[in-house]
C-alpha cells in the first residue's frame, strides 16, 4: 500500500514521512528561476571568453582528493563524504570540490596534447559541515580554469572573467584581495621562518593552531580567533621571502589589472584551503554575507597536473559558490527575472480544448510562452473550473495576457487577448487562422 503500512498485529499504520538529508536542500519555483538565469548568464559570458564547458563525474576515487588537495587539509580531514565500494572495494569520495576532478579528467584523456585549454564546470559538491546560511552539505559551484598557460596574462584574464561576471549579475559591494603563495623553495623558507614564530608565541596558539604547526602552518595565518590576531599580524611575511620571478609574475598581474580599472587590495595572510596553490592566489569577498563572505576565490597550480599523474603543466583557475552569490543577489534587493509566461489560456469549456491547445502550440513555436489552465476533470465543461476562477489564476501566473477560448468567439474563427497588467483590461479579437501573424504583434508587445 502506498500511504500505510501492516504490523505483525495487522493494524494499519501510516508511513513515516521522509524528508530530505539536512543541508542538501531542494531547489524549487520559483527560486529555481533564479538559479537557471544566473547560469544562463555565466554560459553567455563564458562563450565571450571562448571558455569551453566540461562536465564531470559527482564520484571520484578518494586518493585523488587526498593527493591533490592535502592530506592535511580541513577538507580531507574532516568534510569529505568518503565511502568503500561495496562491489570492489575501492574508496570513493562524492567531490568537495571541483579543480581535482577536472584535472584528473584533463590527464586522463590527455586534453592538453594539442595545446593548451580553457574550460568551465558547474554542479553540486559535498561537504560534511554544520549547515548555515551560505554553507551547505551539498552546495554547487561554477568553475573556470585554464591548463596549459604559465603566463600572468592568464591569471589576469580569469580575474578579469569574475569581475565581468559581477557586471552581468549586477552585484555590488564585492572586493578583491590578492597575494602571492610564490614557489615551493620559497614557501618552504617561508615556512620555517613561521614555525619558529608561532613556536616563540605557543602560550597564545590554540588546540587547532598546535595541531597545524608542522604540518600546515600557513593554514593558521587564516585564523578567525581574535587571541591569535596579533601574533599572526606580526608573523614573518611570505610576500618578503618571494625571489625575482616570483614578484615578476605578481606584478604583472597587477599591471593588467590596473590597466583595466579594477579595483584590488594586497592581502599577504591569504592562503586558500588547499595545497596545491602556487604564487597568485586571489578571492572576492562581500560584507553582505557574514561570515560566509568570500564568493569567488582560486589560484595557480603549477604542480597538481602532475601530482595526480600527468606530465608536468601550469594551471590556474577559480571557483564561485552558487548559493552564495544567489544570496548576495537576493540581499541587495534584485529583482527576481521576469519568468511569468506571456499568456495564459482560459478556456471556459472542454470542448475548446483541441482548438486551444493547437493554438498554443503555434504560439509556442513562435516563441510565445504560454500556459494552457488546466481543471479538474469530468466529462463536461464544468471541468475546467469557472471564468472567474481561471482569471484569478490567470492574473496569479503573472501572464501580462489572457486568451480567452468562448464558444461565441470559436464560433466566429476568433480568439479573445485581453490585457491584464494595464489597470484597464483592453481586450481584442484576433484570428484563429492568422495566429503566427498576431503572435509575433504580441511577443512585440511584451
Not at 275 to 292: A, C, K, M, P, W
Request: glycine share 10%.
Amino acid at each position: 500500500m502506498s500511504e500505510s503500512l501492516k504490523d505483525n498485529n495487522t493494524k494499519t499504520v501510516k508511513a513515516q514521512k521522509l524528508v530530505g538529508v539536512k543541508g542538501m536542500n531542494d531547489i524549487l519555483p520559483p527560486d529555481s528561476a533564479r538559479w537557471e538565469w544566473l547560469e544562463a548568464q555565466v554560459r553567455g559570458l563564458m562563450a565571450r571568453y571562448a571558455y569551453r564547458n566540461v562536465r564531470l563525474p559527482i564520484v571520484e576515487p578518494t586518493a585523488l582528493f587526498v593527493r591533490g588537495l592535502g592530506e592535511v587539509t580541513d577538507i580531507v580531514e574532516k568534510e569529505m563524504y568518503s565511502f568503500e565500494d561495496r562491489l570492489n572495494g575501492e574508496q570513493l569520495t562524492l567531490r568537495p570540490e571541483g579543480t581535482a576532478g577536472l584535472v584528473r579528467s584533463v590527464v586522463e584523456h590527455n586534453l592538453l596534447y594539442e595545446g593548451g585549454k580553457r574550460l568551465y564546470y558547474m554542479g553540486p559538491m559535498f561537504r560534511h559541515e554544520r549547515p548555515q546560511r551560505g554553507r551547505y552539505r551539498q552546495f554547487h559551484q561554477v568553475g573556470a580554469e585554464v591548463l596549459g598557460f604559465g603566463g600572468a596574462e592568464v591569471d589576469a584574464e580569469l580575474i578579469l572573467l569574475a569581475n565581468d561576471l559581477w557586471k552581468v549579475l549586477g552585484l555590488k559591494d564585492v572586493r578583491l584581495e590578492l597575494n602571492s603563495l610564490g614557489q615551493p623553495a620559497e614557501r618552504q623558507a617561508h615556512r620555517a621562518a613561521l614555525i619558529a614564530h608561532l613556536e616563540q608565541h605557543s602560550d597564545v596558539l590554540d588546540e587547532e593552531a598546535k595541531r597545524r604547526l608542522h604540518s600546515n602552518p600557513l593554514r593558521i595565518l587564516d585564523t578567525k580567533n581574535p587571541a591569535m590576531q596579533s601574533v599572526v599580524e606580526a608573523a614573518p611575511r611570505l610576500l618578503d621571502f618571494l625571489g625575482e620571478a616570483s614578484l615578476a609574475h605578481f606584478n604583472a598581474v597587477k599591471a593588467i589589472l590596473d590597466a583595466n580599472g579594477v579595483a584590488y587590495s594586497i592581502n599577504p595572510r591569504l592562503v586558500r584551503g588547499m595545497d596545491y596553490y602556487n604564487l597568485t592566489v586571489f578571492e572576492f569577498i562581500t560584507t553582505r554575507l557574514g561570515s560566509q563572505g568570500t564568493i569567488c576565490g582560486g589560484g595557480r597550480y603549477d604542480y597538481l597536473i602532475e601530482q595526480v599523474g600527468g606530465k608536468p603543466a601550469p594551471a590556474v583557475g577559480w571557483a564561485l559558490g552558487v548559493e552564495r552569490v544567489l544570496e548576495l543577489i537576493k540581499e541587495q534587493g534584485e529583482a527576481l527575472p521576469d519568468l511569468a509566461p506571456d499568456v495564459y489560456a482560459i478556456i471556459p469549456e472542454t470542448a475548446a480544448l483541441p482548438v486551444a491547445m493547437q493554438v498554443l502550440q503555434t504560439l509556442r513555436a513562435c516563441g510565445v510562452s504560454a500556459q494552457m489552465h488546466a481543471g479538474a476533470g469530468g466529462a463536461g465543461g464544468e471541468g475546467m473550473g469557472s471564468m472567474k476562477s481561471q482569471f484569478k489564476k490567470a492574473d496569479a501566473s503573472g501572464a501580462r495576457f489572457a486568451l480567452v477560448f468562448g464558444a461565441d468567439e470559436l464560433a466566429q474563427g476568433q480568439v479573445s487577448v485581453k490585457s491584464l497588467r494595464d489597470g484597464e483590461g483592453v481586450q481584442r479579437s484576433e484570428s484563429l487562422s492568422r495566429v503566427a501573424e498576431w503572435a509575433h504583434s504580441l511577443q512585440s508587445s511584451l
